[in-house]
């Protein structure tokens, strides 16, 4: 069904951007949909401006595509091929940014990752996209700040971009799994980060990229 309900005028490309995004992970709008600017407008009560500055933002998570004289559409599914070498690639970066950040972690960031953890239960993992979305902040919060502790700007940006993808790629799934493994794996990360063990939480990383992978892409 439908969400046809107004939205209010406070943040207001930001809260369009997310009733955009729960519709798309919910499959309300399906992959491949044709997403009609002026129709959509109509529906949430508010002027093109806003919604197409949600749309661009929807473009740069991956989660809708753009095409000169065609418009909007809901990004189709990745495919297996595509999951893997995006892993790949994370898995040529991030685990060195781990390293980089345990040797560089204050208390406070330590204090930060450890929020994002109890934001990563099992509990939140399930159900429509108002459900999981705690969790995949969280997530992605997690994975930015290493790379904002690493000092590296270049490489934040890069892997801020990547997770997008896989945020995209896995909420598209009806079927969450995996979250004790991820909770485990995410809290071997921090542990090792915080007691300035670069080896331990560069293979720390790696483990856990290699599990989300298989879980994700088997």
Not at 10 to 37: F, H, K, Y
Not at 49 to 76: I, K, M
Not at 158 to 168: E, P
Request: some cysteine.
């Amino acid at each position: 069904m439908q969400d046809t309900s107004t939205v209010q005028r406070v943040g207001l490309g930001e809260q369009v951007r997310a009733r955009l995004q729960a519709r798309i992970m919910d499959r309300d709008l399906e992959p491949g949909a044709r997403l009609n600017v002026d129709a959509l407008a109509r529906e949430m009560a508010v002027s093109t401006t806003p919604l197409r500055e949600a749309l661009a933002a929807l473009v740069a998570r991956g989660l809708v595509t753009v095409e000169p004289f065609v418009g909007f559409s809901v990004a189709p599914l990745p495919d297996a091929d595509f999951l893997r070498d995006l892993y790949d690639t994370r898995l040529h970066i991030e685990p060195w940014l781990t390293a980089q950040a345990a040797l560089r972690l204050t208390e406070g960031e330590a204090g930060l990752l450890r929020a994002c953890l109890a934001d990563m239960g099992a509990h939140v993992r399930r159900g429509p996209w108002q459900t999981h979305r705690t969790h995949a902040a969280a997530d992605e919060a997690f994975h930015d700040l290493i790379a904002k502790a690493s000092g590296n700007r270049p490489a934040r940006q890069a892997l801020a971009a990547l997770n997008s993808q896989v945020h995209a790629s896995r909420l598209y799934m009806a079927d969450q799994q995996g979250a004790e493994n991820t909770a485990r794996e995410h809290e071997a990360i921090l542990d090792a980060m915080v007691r300035h063990d670069a080896a331990g939480a560069r293979a720390a990383m790696a483990e856990h990229l290699e599990g989300s992978r298989e879980r994700l892409a088997p």
